[in-house]
């Protein structure tokens, strides 16, 4: 004790570094991308085997891409698409589940959400292979399709030619017209962020974010630092500009539901329908109307653009799988129907229209902090 | 009188002893550590908060972008964040250089125009960025 000043310093110094190191490293957190479409699965999770749980996690998605890629060869999705009417395809009880679900939600959307779209989606350049030349290759998309060539697809997009039949434990599938084609990619990340958010909460996790490219699941609440609060989620401007830059429309806050956004501003191209007008060509295709959202015909055959379709369309919800379908659902259905689709289920969502209105869909907690989808867009 | 004894002793007592020297030397190489490495500096931002005309806005700091307003160009750029270009007389904000840790912040009076680095994001997830 004759030195106590040494081990005083020490003591101060000792405590320094420990008040300098932070708390926060709760979370386990994993990245991948996943399909060979290039979407990207993260997810922070916390509670349980975190590590195993995100092995499980990336096990599932590996042979999810082994049955469902329609792009690959040999896969049930592409077994499917190959054979002709009335032959019986056998399936897995996934397959068989998404495909009811599909068509489960078809009926409900009255068509307006659809999987069997793709053949449209190819005629508008809009497929995987389209968006990547016309919209990331920058490459001169070719002329529009005529109502001719749209017109001769529309047997082979009508879903009721899809029969699902099991028996004695087996799953089968079935096509009365041969042209009929599945193609889950607007329902997939859906159902794989329920899939993964059943691993999670089975494996012990109960607070964390799954997200397969933006699709999203909020489990339990966020309970890094002191307090438990809920998630926020910053919902992407989908009109970013040179004097609106800002990354964020609008913010909530959110626990234990699924989010969804949809919209024109990703995975489209702009088309120059003359030489000093362009019209923007997007993913999203009107199941009924065989057109892109936001695109309209004139009595000549010449196409506009329409200005008060729904740029984005934001769904919270329980089911990931039917937030998925609804975002794209109210797209096309419009913002009072789409709103209606949502009131009638009891999901929540945050629309946004061409035309600069909003509206929120439910009780959702909007974040304060975030004003623009107030002062940039009018209350519907 | 023990106590007598070993108050002299202590009187009597080198004031410096070598195991002292080692523990200012250790401090020392501590301090100028922490200085070079930057651990006390703040932790590297994530946000980007640019408030104008009473309103903020947030940039995310690890996405590369430029943001013009009130006639302030701000740059983001590998994760850092400066004035490039201002219309403002003085220029101060424009040599005030790059900003990239919690709090910092750069300022340009004349155009009304403060941006400032947070070392938490607003939201702990975004939607809509599908691809």
């Known amino acids: ?380 | 009188m023990t106590d007598e004894k070993r108050v002299r002793q202590l009187k009597n007592s080198a004031p410096f002893r070598i195991i002292d020297g080692i523990v200012i030397v250790l401090l020392v190489v501590v301090a100028l550590v922490l200085a070079f490495t930057g651990v006390l500096k703040g932790d590297e931002g994530k946000t980007l908060i640019v408030t104008a005309n009473g309103k903020s806005s947030y940039y995310e700091l690890d996405k590369d972008q430029t943001i013009t307003v009130n006639g302030v160009k701000i740059v983001i750029n590998d994760g850092q964040a400066y004035v490039s270009s201002s219309k403002c007389p003085d220029k101060i904000c424009v040599s005030h250089g790059k900003i990239s840790r919690d709090n910092e912040s750069v300022v340009c009076l004349p155009q009304g125009v403060v941006i400032k680095v947070s070392g938490k994001s607003e939201f702990d997830v975004s939607t809509g960025q599908e691809k």
């Not at chain 1, 001769?152 to 009365?176: C, N, P």
């Not at chain 1, 936001?294 to 653009?305: E, F, I, L, S």
């Not at chain 1, 937030?323 to 009891?346: F, P």
Request: hydrophobic share 35%; with cysteine; net charge negative.
């Open chain 1, 1 to 380: 004790m004759k030195r106590p000043i040494s081990l005083i310093l020490c003591i101060v110094l000792l405590s320094l570094c420990f008040a300098c190191s932070s708390n926060e490293e709760q979370y386990y957190t994993v990245e991948s991308t996943v399909f060979s479409s290039g979407l990207v699965f993260s997810a922070q999770i916390s509670g349980g085997n975190e590590e195993k749980t995100a092995e499980k996690m990336l096990d599932f998605l590996d042979n999810f891409d082994e049955v469902f890629n329609a792009n690959k060869a040999n896969t049930a999705v592409s077994r499917f698409n190959e054979a002709k009417a009335g032959e019986e395809v056998e399936v897995d009880e996934s397959l068989y589940y998404l495909a009811r679900q599909s068509k489960l939600l078809y009926e409900q959307t009255l068509g307006a959400f659809n999987v069997a779209i793709t053949p449209v989606s190819k005629a508008w350049g809009v497929d995987v292979d389209g968006i990547n030349k016309y919209a990331y290759g920058g490459q001169t998309p070719p002329p529009l399709p005529s109502r001719e060539t749209l017109d001769a697809l529309s047997l082979s997009v009508d879903l009721s030619a899809l029969q699902l039949t099991s028996r004695d434990g087996k799953y089968y599938l079935k096509k009365t017209v041969d042209s009929l084609t599945l193609d889950f990619g607007g329902i997939a990340k859906g159902y794989c962020v329920d899939e993964l958010k059943r691993i999670a909460t089975e494996n012990g996790v109960k607070s964390g974010i799954i997200s397969i490219s933006g699709n999203l699941y909020l489990i339990g609440k966020n309970e890094s630092g002191d307090t438990s609060k809920k998630w926020g989620v910053g919902v992407n401007n989908p009109r970013r500009t040179a004097t609106e830059p800002d990354q964020y429309v609008c913010g909530f806050y959110e626990s234990d539901a699924s989010v969804v956004t949809s919209g024109d501003y990703e995975r489209c191209y702009d088309y120059l329908v003359t030489a000093d007008q362009k019209i923007k060509i997007c993913h999203i295709i009107d199941g009924r109307t065989l057109m892109p959202i936001g695109v309209k015909r004139n009595a000549d055959g010449t196409y506009v653009q329409s200005s008060d379709y729904v740029i984005s369309a934001t769904v919270i919800g329980e089911s990931s799988l039917v937030c998925d379908a609804y975002a794209t659902a109210v797209c096309v259905l419009g913002i009072d129907a789409g709103a209606k689709l949502l009131r009638d289920n009891g999901y929540e969502g945050i629309i946004f229209t061409a035309d600069k209105k909003y509206l929120v869909v439910g009780e959702t907690e909007m974040a304060d902090s975030i004003t623009l989808y107030k002062t940039a867009y009018a209350q519907k």
